[in-house]
């Protein structure tokens, strides 16, 4: 099955710092959503995005639908040690009644304190 | 409280042993999904369900069954299960709209160990 191309697969960086990870595919979506995933827990929506160019932010989180609508990236500015977690984007397709839905691979991000 | 509620959180058992994973969400969400996710390869559909009695496979359905009798319902089937199905297993739900994509809501997850 595909699989979006997601990077990097891991980073750690000092508390403070802004954080920049991204999703490539080789098909359109029409939804590029971003989750956050902690230990031992399920994968919980940060951002949803609806439309190719859209820039959406929550909080100190943003996140752009490429223009392309075959990529997306989040950003996270002034890290804090709670931003510690697995991020994982998602392409969306749904048309006439059908759903399905791709994941990345995963970001672990690492925050220094 | 809005939820996707998975039972059992942890399992341990043998292979060739039936089990049965069980998944509710209490939204009246259309479409429901299985998920496993294994180190280094995020997350991979097993199965999902557009509405009861409707279920379809997703990119790794082998080894597993599932089924939608009701709409809050979606149980995840492994008839013998083996090693290779140790896992972290994910249910999600969501709306299905013919207007907007609906991001799907997730489970705490289920860790199956088969020895």
């Known amino acids: 099955g595909q699989q979006l191309n997601q990077s990097p697969q ?3 960086i000092q508390e403070g710092e802004d954080v920049s990870m991204n999703c490539t595919s080789s098909s359109i979506f029409n939804t590029w959503l971003w989750y956050k995933q902690d230990p031992g827990e399920g994968p919980v929506l940060l951002i949803a995005l609806y439309k190719a160019g859209e820039l959406t932010s929550n909080g100190r989180l943003t996140a752009q639908f490429g223009i392309t609508r ?3 990236f989040l950003n996270i500015s002034a890290s804090i040690p709670s931003d510690v977690g697995i991020y994982f984007c998602a392409g ?9 839905v791709t994941f990345g691979t995963g ?6 304190p | 409280e809005a939820q996707v509620t998975q039972n059992p959180r942890y399992l341990i058992t043998v292979t060739g042993k039936k089990l049965t994973v069980t998944c509710s969400q209490n939204m009246n969400h259309e479409y429901m999904s299985w998920y ?4 280094g390869l995020g997350l991979r559909q097993i199965y999902y369900s557009m509405n009861v009695e409707v279920t379809d496979k997703g990119d790794v359905p082998e080894g597993y069954k599932v ?11 492994l008839e013998s299960p083996s090693p290779n199905q140790t896992s972290l297993y994910f249910c999600a739900s969501s709306l299905l709209s013919s207007y907007s994509n609906q991001p799907q ?4 997850g289920t860790r199956l160990s088969i020895l």
């Open chain 1, 10 to 12: 891991s980073m750690f």
């Open chain 1, 70 to 72: 075959k990529d997306s």
């Open chain 1, 92 to 100: 969306q397709i749904t048309s006439g009644g059908y759903q399905k």
């Open chain 1, 107 to 112: 970001t672990k991000l690492q925050v220094i």
């Open chain 2, 36 to 39: 496993r996710q294994d180190p």
């Open chain 2, 67 to 77: 089924s939608r009798k009701e709409k809050r319902n979606f149980p995840l089937i």
């Open chain 2, 105 to 108: 809501h997730f489970g705490d």
